[in-house]
């Protein structure tokens, strides 16, 4: 199987599959392969946090021209898959000297399916582009090609909790990576500072519940496959609802807008996380958090819905008030705009990479001490020396 993610997240999607029981796991670029039966395949879909769907292989070959694609196609038992009355729908990606665009590598296996059927039963399936019951994946490399099936249907990241949100809220699998990422060990408070709909503070209480992402979901796409044993799946969803755990989590939410908190509660009670969520109308630069350490994930603008100009002095109040009022915390920011993060004023301790949609960001650590960290620890070295 491979299971999609995105730029950066490899790593936490890997560790979540070795923790799944996955065998044989390896990481590539936006993927991660691994090995499992259909038992599995089902428990992936509902419990990883940070993959976007999952793919079953069908089958592996070398072509070498457009007739030996349409062979290799036709020797699938397409039939055996899916019925003439379902739709299907091709998605390739490429990168070889062997075809001109990824189209014409669909075209040709579109091509291969339909006159399998034509030939057994004398017409064809129909094609649909928007909502297919099935939808098959080919990858070529150079002459090295694979087919897949796509086991999830609409992305792993569309939970299903989410009722209300603002403006380009941040995708749940991006926001479910930065708390893996961020290190929260769940013994110390959490605080989404400008929560927005409150996706990274949902993400958070699921991680910290062991609440299965996939809880809220209705149908995958392997609902419609042949071989689905709805007794298995729903084994399978008893099993990881019986792991949810109840521990005592603080998670607080803050925005300064009463629009932005409305749509926030709203989602919180949809994911069913009400208890673990504390939800408080407070401006940034005003939070107090009440707490003497902890782990902050903040999503701030990145000057693509306002004016720029504003930016340095946004990100310049933000370092202020992680140096007031956010002491003993972790504290994590992402943007995409690299100049406006040196306004925070303050050296982060770590950085990655990460995409939020198309655009390339900056997750960055700054780790805020009581004083200043030379401080800190010539405080440290002066308390040694008196004690020896």
């Known amino acids: 199987m491979l299971a999609k993610t995105f730029f950066g997240l490899e790593e936490v999607l890997a560790d979540e599959?070795?923790?799944?029981?996955?065998?044989?796991?390896?990481?590539?670029?936006r993927a991660v392969s691994f090995e499992g039966d259909l038992g599995f395949m089902y428990k992936a879909n509902v419990s990883l946090r940070t993959a976007l769907r999952i793919l079953v292989h069908l089958k592996s070959c070398t072509v070498s021209n457009a007739s030996d694609l349409y062979k290799k196609a036709s020797e699938i038992e397409w039939t055996d898959i899916f019925d003439i009355d379902e739709n299907f729908r091709?998605?390739?990606t490429m990168n070889s000297d062997l075809f001109d665009n990824n189209q014409f590598l669909s075209l040709k296996v579109k091509d291969a399916i339909v006159d399998q059927f034509r030939r057994k039963f004398g017409r064809r399936p129909d094609v649909e582009k928007m909502f297919p019951d099935f939808t098959f994946h080919l990858h070529l490399f150079e002459n090295e090609l694979s087919f897949w099936i796509d086991s999830t249907g609409d992305s792993l990241h569309k939970r299903g909790y989410r009722k209300s949100t603002g403006i380009a809220p941040i995708n749940e699998v991006l926001a479910a990576g930065m708390v893996a990422l961020c290190g929260w060990d769940t013994k110390v408070p959490f605080v989404?500072?400008?929560?927005?709909?409150?996706?990274?503070?949902?993400?958070?209480?699921?991680?910290?519940g062991n609440i299965p992402p996939g809880i809220f979901r209705e149908n995958y796409?392997?609902?419609?496959?042949?071989?689905?044993?709805?007794?298995?799946?729903?084994?399978?969803?008893?099993?990881?609802?019986?792991?949810?755990?109840?521990?005592?989590?603080?998670?607080?939410?803050?925005?300064?807008?009463?629009?932005?908190l409305k749509r926030a509660k709203e989602n919180i009670k949809s994911a069913g996380v009400e208890e673990m969520i504390s939800v408080r109308e407070s401006s940034f630069e005003d939070l107090i958090t009440g707490f003497d350490k902890g782990v902050a994930i903040i999503n701030p603008p990145y000057g693509e819905r306002m004016?720029?100009?504003?930016?340095?002095?946004?990100?310049?109040?933000?370092?202020?008030?992680?140096?007031?009022?956010?002491?003993g915390f972790a504290v994590w920011?992402?943007?995409?705009?690299?100049?406006?993060?040196?306004?925070v004023g303050l050296r982060p301790t770590r950085r990655?990479?990460?995409y939020n949609g198309a655009l390339e960001c900056k997750f960055q650590k700054f780790e805020i001490y009581e004083g200043s960290k030379r401080t800190k620890f010539q405080n440290r070295d002066h308390q040694?020396?008196?004690e020896e």
């Open 90 to 92: 091709i998605e390739s």
């Open 333 to 343: 920011v992402i943007s995409s705009n690299i100049e406006a993060l040196k306004f």
């Open 307 to 327: 004016d720029k100009d504003d930016l340095p002095e946004l990100y310049k109040t933000m370092g202020n008030a992680f140096k007031k009022n956010f002491k």
């Open 17 to 29: 599959l070795r923790k799944l029981g996955a065998k044989n796991v390896a990481i590539h670029t």
């Open 221 to 260: 796409a392997f609902n419609k496959w042949k071989i689905y044993d709805a007794n298995e799946y729903a084994t399978i969803l008893e099993s990881r609802v019986e792991k949810i755990n109840d521990y005592d989590i603080q998670i607080l939410a803050t925005d300064q807008s009463p629009n932005n």
């Open 352 to 354: 990655i990479t990460l």
């Open 384 to 386: 040694s020396s008196e």
């Open 192 to 208: 989404d500072p400008m929560c927005g709909s409150g996706t990274i503070a949902i993400e958070a209480a699921l991680y910290a």
